[in-house]
């Protein structure tokens, strides 16, 4: 199956949607879409943030709830069974669509936010003064704040590969950037921000050239298309449930398998353990020694049936979809005066991030939120890149799911024109 | 458009809001009151658009200053934002102009009343919640003198 994400030179013909994929039944699955924002029918574009959910998540939980709920991993009663099977699982379903070799590959997490947390405190072990990590300068805080704490407490060194006035990454000034002391290179797949697709499998390459390994931050790759963790040749892959239409606080980090038994702990509790005495404790085989203390099991259980869902869908078609909402939202929005597009990145995921001369985003937010119309407004926990594409008070960022229709791109465009008059 | 020198009581420029608020039929309309609202205040004095005048808790750039002239609470501020600044004139029709004891007899339920907390995103309300606790403080401390 091919994607947008994966495959370095991705062909998408809008052309190919010749009704091979109807949005009205997707829509119809997501609850949340049927309903009126202050009069108006919701057009939700905030999907970059977090995703609506599905019918069979609402009731994957649900059923957990109302049938199943008991304590994994521990006991011998037949809810604990059912709960422990569900869970598990659950993991092996993420396996899948992420094709992670193995199973014990997957541990989970609260979200893509601790999975690098967890990356940073555990490899992080391994460091010493004057070792570099190599970030973006496209990252969102949670892959650039874990580094600064290792920089602060055991003075690690960041170095940063920049970002093309576009919005692409430069990836001709990253083979100077490897030395020998670096570590990790640790980049997201998909710029929340600006919706650039960034070339994971190419950074990859270079950095195994180099003998280093790669962290990926997949939030925002995930939700759309499918993820393949072996032929990108990431060492870890980080995702959070709730931007792929699973529940918020779970997530799962890949680890590939030679990390697994390298990497130490990262908390300590229970279920992460084998033996426990005052003197010396034998920590349990990964995935369970990363994994201390009772997971959010109705959230792997969700995200089981998220996943599953998405493993289902027409992704050829999805990717020709998105990519019409990109280019009509584009096109669209450029012909509005003074409005100008931050991020232009040849390869995109429906993302379109802007500010408009003389007034600011949070007005722009808050008269689109009048007229049923939720977008992102803000700095988008990008700061860095934001200040270097000349957005220092943020941009009004609009972020589609394939959920979202062309009325939902014809509707943004009428409100950021109504918006666009009252303001200037 | 009233004009912002206007001296009327808290509770009658309250009463003033709802009855202009209640003209529009959506918050589109609303919203171009308030940001129009913003456009008619006296500009903020430039030399006081500085740090010290910052007033922090808000997601946009608001500056804010407070004098008592004549046992009146005189008010001027801005944003960069062009609804935060109609807030800012919003919030100024009720408590500028008034004495200590007429701005702690005004507690924040007006703005429930005019729909704006349901209407204001959870970090503006918090925001214009910040700017009415910080008058009132003002006026607290006034009164105890």
Redesign the interface.
Known sequence: MSSALISPAPAIDPAMNNGAFDVAVIRAAFPALQQTVNGKPLVYLDNAATTQKPLVVIEAVNQFYRHDNANIHRGVHTLSARATDQYEAAREQVRSSLNAAVVEEIVFVRGVTEAINLVAASFGQRLNAGDEILISALEHHANIVPWHLLRERIGIVLNVIPVTDIGELDLSALPALISPRTQLIAVNHVSNALGTINPVWEICQIAQAHGVPVLVDGAQGLPHGVVDVQSIGCDFYAMSGHKVFGPSGVGALYARRPWLDVLPPYQGGGDMIETVSFDAVRYAPAPAKFEAGTPNIEGAIGLKAALAWHAALDWQAIAAHEAQLLATATTGLRDIPGLRIIGEAANKVPVVSFVIDGTHPHDIGTLLDAQGIAVRTGQHCAMPVLKQLGAVSGTVRASFAFYNTLDDVAALIRAVHRAHALLT | MPNMTHNLAPQAAIAELKEEFAFFD???D???YI?DMGKQMPPFPAEKQDDAHKFHGC??QVWFDAEWKDGRLELQGTS?????KGLIALLFRVYGQQTASEILATTPEFLDELGLKT???AN?ATGLMGMIQKIRAIATEADYR
Do not use: F, N, P
């Open positions: 959506d918050w589109t609303r919203y171009q940001i997601q946009s960069d934002a062009a609804i935060v209407h204001l995103s503006r």
